[in-house]
């Protein structure tokens, strides 16, 4: 059974960090695209990175550049996405996403379950 579990998430204030990780079982991530997507209260899902399978090629959504790092471990089957300099903006639920079509396919093979990120002004 193919699994994505989300943890890190929690509550921190304007300004912190928070690292959260994606622990994928059942299947290895060395052939899959992993993203990060956000989904706040009333609004759309927005992609915010993504970490290609095959070089390790990384991209962010324009409102997390520069304060948020994707990485891999494959070793360790999971993804994480260190979050700095975070905006209660910032506050949503998080999910990770898995495809083995690459950062730019429309579809997702896989999701977790999500994380509540909560950043307190």
């Known amino acids: 059974q193919v699994q994505f579990v989300e943890s890190g998430g929690g509550l921190v204030q304007f300004g912190g960090s928070l690292r959260l990780s994606c622990v994928a079982s059942?299947?290895?991530?060395?052939?899959?695209?992993v993203g990060w997507f956000r989904q706040a209260p009333g609004k759309e899902r927005e992609g915010i990175s993504c970490i290609s399978s095959s070089d390790g090629s990384t991209y962010y959504a324009d409102s997390v550049k520069g304060r948020f790092t994707i990485s891999r471990d494959n070793a360790k089957n999971t993804v994480y996405l260190r979050m700095s300099s975070l905006k209660p903006e910032d506050t949503a639920v998080y999910y990770c996403?898995?495809?083995?079509?690459?950062?730019?396919?429309?579809?997702?093979?896989?999701w977790g379950q999500g994380t509540q990120v909560t950043v307190s002004s």
């Open positions: 059942g299947l290895s991530l060395d052939y899959y695209a």
């Open positions: 996403a898995a495809t083995v079509a690459g950062c730019y396919g429309e579809a997702w093979d896989y």
